[in-house]
């Protein structure tokens, strides 16, 4: 059994810039969740995918976009980076929006410059 | 009533002892409970959760305990180990609907063992 990845591990940017990041889900598992932590807090929803569309979302504005593939893999899109972007991003993969557990992947830590 | 607070903000304990982290929750339609351990540079790994239908899970060292009238729970680390130190976040969510298992986390503990 696959765990959950995600890439980059590390990425650097310049404010205004445009970022993708990837995520690639435990094996079987159907729904992709994302999650920002900035440093010394704990992870803070942005959204979820089930089955290729968005649901729910948390209070992030739309320049934070997602997409889900048919295998499941994920993107997070963010747009017109900020410098408060500067966080690490999370993916956290289940197996259906009716089951509990959700298995992080190691982050992609994102410095906005 | 998404809010979960955790507590202490740090904790020093030495090894052989009890660890003791607490949160409380205001939002009574949770019903999933899990504690998360996150070592510094990797994502949080699922150690233990419960469902408000218990008021006690173990497992090994570690245990959950679980007031639903209090909207408390806590986790307990027996013998602790230098290994366990780490930063440990509660969370809290709901199983089904448009937004399900959204987790709401606390704001994290950070534990050290001391040898």
């Known amino acids: 059994e696959t765990g959950v990845t995600q890439s980059p591990t590390h990425l650097i940017k310049t404010r205004g810039q445009q970022v993708t990041l990837r995520c690639s889900s435990q094996?079987?598992?159907?729904?992709v969740s994302w999650y920002q932590q900035a440093l010394g807090q704990g992870p803070q929803f942005i959204f979820q995918?089930?089955?290729?569309?968005?649901?729910g979302r948390g209070n992030f504005p739309p320049r934070f976009s997602g997409l889900q593939f048919p295998n499941y893999s994920s993107e997070l899109n963010v747009n017109a980076l900020e410098l408060d972007d500067s966080a690490l991003y999370l993916c956290a993969s289940s197996s259906g929006t009716s089951s509990y557990e959700q298995y992080f992947g190691p982050g992609t830590r994102l410095t906005v410059t | 009533q998404q809010q979960v607070k955790q507590s202490p903000q740090s904790l020093i304990v030495q090894k052989g002892g009890i660890s003791i982290i607490n949160c409380a929750y205001e939002n009574t339609a949770f019903d999933y409970f899990p504690w998360y351990q996150q070592f510094p540079g990797k994502g949080p790994a699922l150690l233990i959760a419960i469902r408000p239908d218990v008021s006690e899970k173990k497992e090994g060292r570690f245990t959950i305990s679980f007031n639903k009238s209090a909207k408390q729970f806590s986790l307990h680390i027996m013998d602790s180990q230098p290994g366990d130190s780490a930063t440990y976040f509660c969370?809290?969510?709901?199983?089904?609907?448009?937004?399900?298992?959204?987790?709401?986390f606390g704001q994290g503990t950070r534990l050290t063992i001391n040898p």
């Open positions: 094996s079987g598992h159907n729904t």
């Open positions: 995918y089930y089955r290729e569309e968005e649901n």
């Open positions: 969370a809290a969510s709901k199983r089904g609907g448009v937004g399900a298992q959204k987790l709401v």
